[in-house]
Structure formats: C-alpha cells, structure tokens
T-cell receptor, first 111, second 112 residues
C-alpha cells in the first residue's frame, strides 16, 4: 500500500505572498502525484500533477516539485489571491489507479 | 467535461437500516472509486473497481459492500448502517492509472 503525510493542516497567508504545502510518501513504487483543490461544499478537482520522470512542473502560478530520493513532493502557490482559499489535497499512485490522499491543508489567503 | 453523478445528494438513515449510494459516470472510464471524507482524515478509499463485475477492497472496507453491475454504475452498500458511518461520500472515476480522477458532487449521509 501507500501512506501519504501532508503538512501543514492549516495555512494562513497574506494576499500576494506564496503558500507552500509539503507531502511525503512511503512507497518507492509511487510514480504519479496529483494535487486536488476542494472549495467548500464542492467536489475535489485536479489542479496540477507530476509524474516520476519529472522534478518540477509549473502551470501559471502553481509549481510542484518532486524529490524521489527523499520521497517528498510539494505544491507552491505564488502570488496568492483570496480565490485560492480552499482545501488542498496531495495524493500518490503506485501505477495501480488507486490514489492515496493526504489529510488535506486548509489554506486561507487574507486580503 | 467528465461527468460523475451521485444520488442521493443527502440521506438520513436509521441505525441498523440498509443504505445504498449510487454513482453513474458517462466518461467510459474503467476505474471507479468510493471515498469517504471526514474532518481530519481527508479522503479515504472504501472500495474501487477496475471494470464491470469487479470490486476491490480499499483501505477502510469494513461495514461496506460495493457493486459494479455495468461500466457506468458503481454502488456503495451499507447493510447495517451505524452512526460512525455518518460522513460525506464521494464517488470518482478514472481512466488508466496515473491519469486524472474525476469526482462526483458527494453524498452527505447522516445515520441517526
């Protein structure tokens, strides 16, 4: 199986600053690492993902980093806006189609 | 966009009663999943399926059964509901491994 630890559980940042969320995994066979954003009362939606053949991926203001040796991956949101306030989940897949999620981070961006 | 539809969206059940949560996807995805979401625990996998007729146990299967009668439909069954099963349940579908998984809007289940 797989275990994913996600920190911090709560994150508050000032508007236009950066926010970082970190995840670690246990199974070295994990090779796919998506990040999901969940607005209150809504379903989780994929915002960015990275596969094990990459170390860095950026989509606009979202950056994900993957360190396979340390079994660690992270999400960095640059130039945060109040609209970025939400729950964020990291996840890992060992090429089975079965995602294991972290416990989530509640991000609040203060105006 | 990929469509995953759950029904009902809200359900109140009595302890000891049977509850069936239904999920339909029109994405022609092979893989379907049932997760529950509780404060402090994120999304935990209950059962999943790789195709019609198949079901697999996830990380927390106790007290739940699943049924995949067709490519499109995947049900979660609570034979004897307990208050500890009060939660928000999400169904999801996905294609091959290492590709995006699409979630339904969720079912809020309260067992009294």
């Amino acid at each position: 199986g797989e275990q994913v630890e996600q920190l911090p559980s709560i994150l508050r940042v000032q508007e236009r600053s950066s926010a970082s969320i970190n995840c670690t995994y246990e199974n070295s066979a994990s090779n796919y690492f998506p990040w999901y954003k969940q607005e209150p009362g809504e379903n989780p939606k994929l915002i960015i993902d990275i596969r094990s053949n990459m170390e860095r991926k950026q989509i606009q203001g979202l950056i994900v980093l993957l360190d396979k040796k340390a079994k660690r991956f992270s999400l960095h949101i640059t130039d945060t806006q109040p609209a970025d306030s939400a729950m964020y989940f990291c996840a890992a897949d060992t090429n089975t189609g079965k995602l294991t999620f972290g416990d989530g981070t509640v991000l609040t961006v203060k105006p | 966009e990929a469509a995953v539809t759950q029904s009902p969206r809200n359900k109140v059940a009595v302890t000891g009663g049977k509850v069936t949560l239904s999920c339909n996807q029109t994405n022609n995805h092979n893989n379907m999943y049932w997760y529950r979401q509780d404060t402090g625990h994120g999304l935990r996998l209950i059962h999943y399926s790789y195709g019609a007729g198949s079901t697999e146990k996830g990380d927390i299967p106790d007290g739940y059964k699943a049924s995949r009668p067709s490519q499109e439909n995947f049900s979660l069954i609570l034979e004897l509901a307990t208050p500890s099963q009060t939660s928000v349940y999400f169904c999801a579908s996905g294609g091959q491994a290492n590709t995006e998984v699409f979630f339904g809007k969720g079912t809020r289940l309260t067992v009294v």
